[in-house]
């Protein structure tokens, strides 16, 4: 350890990786008010697809609202995985 530490790849600031994980907990103290399982399992849910979006470079209400508009019509696990974040940006780019 202290010979990559002298190396310098070591980066001291974790600046990074605090800015990465801000909203999410910004937003734990939405949970304290999920009164209910499903409704923590609502919230888990909606989270998880905005921080995918963002993941995968998409506007997270771009890709909420195409999502919610072609969901009807996937009918196959083909068209399920053609609306998951990165098969939408893979399409858009």
Request: aromatic share 10%; hydrophobic share 40%; with cysteine.
């Amino acid at each position: 350890m202290l010979v990559y530490c002298e190396d310098g790849h070591l980066n001291i600031s974790n600046a990074a990786a605090e800015n990465a994980i801000r909203p999410f907990t910004v937003g734990s103290r939405n949970w304290l008010f999920a009164d209910s399982p499903k409704g923590a399992k609502a919230s888990a849910i909606y989270y998880s697809l905005i921080e995918s979006a963002k993941a995968n470079g998409l506007e997270p209400f771009e890709y909420l609202s195409h999502i919610l508009k072609e969901l009807p019509y996937a009918d196959t696990v083909e068209k399920l995985e053609q609306l998951l974040p990165w098969s939408v940006k893979a399409s858009k780019g």
